[in-house]
């Protein structure tokens, strides 16, 4: 308001009433021109918070950009492709002499595999074979088993 009785002052200072000023403001009266003025003190105070709002929500955008860029794009630098092997699967013919536990011990990796068991159920699984205990006396000589094994080179 003081910014605007400043203006009133000025209008009258140059020979125009308060009410020619408020009719030029579209008032017909000092309370019109007070509840103009409030209305437009509420417009801007809207028109404010609306580009707070809208500041802070580019804000949090930019900062969730930035947050993916350096987070969502990471790279392992310590395992190089010398480190990374390939899971194969290969056909392998149980011999006269062997059983289904030499087959497993032979191409079990400890390195891939929590136990020896893990691998068993794996290639149970695999064959459609019950769980390992009582699928190992299934297995004869001359069966085909379906097993899994890792190496270093692509395929």
């Given at each position: 308001?003081?910014g605007?009785?400043?203006r009133?002052?000025?209008?009258?200072?140059?020979?125009?009433?308060?009410?020619?000023y408020?009719?030029?403001r579209?008032?017909g009266?000092?309370?019109?021109?007070?509840?103009?003025?409030?209305?437009?003190?509420?417009?801007?105070?809207?028109?404010?918070?609306?580009?707070?709002?809208?500041?802070a929500?580019?804000?949090?955008?930019i900062?969730?950009?930035?947050?993916?860029?350096?987070?969502?794009?990471?790279?392992?630098a310590?395992?190089?492709?010398?480190?990374?092997?390939?899971?194969?699967y290969?056909?392998?013919?149980?011999?006269s002499?062997?059983?289904?536990?030499?087959?497993?011990?032979?191409y079990?990796?400890?390195?891939?595999?929590?136990?020896?068991n893990?691998y068993?159920?794996?290639?149970?699984?695999?064959?459609?074979?019950?769980?390992?205990?009582a699928?190992?006396?299934?297995?004869r000589?001359?069966?085909h088993?379906?097993?899994?094994?890792?190496?270093?080179?692509?395929h």
């Amino acid at each position: 308001m003081r910014g605007q009785g400043s203006r009133v002052s000025f209008a009258v200072a140059d020979g125009i009433s308060r009410n020619e000023y408020y009719k030029i403001r579209g008032c017909g009266s000092a309370s019109e021109f007070r509840r103009y003025l409030s209305a437009s003190r509420a417009k801007r105070q809207r028109q404010l918070r609306r580009h707070c709002i809208l500041l802070a929500a580019a804000a949090a955008c930019i900062v969730l950009f930035i947050c993916f860029l350096v987070f969502g794009i990471h790279s392992d630098a310590s395992s190089s492709d010398s480190d990374r092997e390939f899971k194969y699967y290969t056909s392998v013919t149980v011999g006269s002499e062997q059983s289904f536990d030499d087959v497993i011990d032979q191409y079990y990796d400890a390195d891939h595999y929590k136990s020896r068991n893990a691998y068993a159920e794996e290639v149970c699984d695999i064959n459609g074979l019950y769980s390992y205990p009582a699928s190992a006396e299934q297995i004869r000589p001359g069966d085909h088993l379906i097993v899994a094994y890792y190496s270093p080179e692509f395929h």
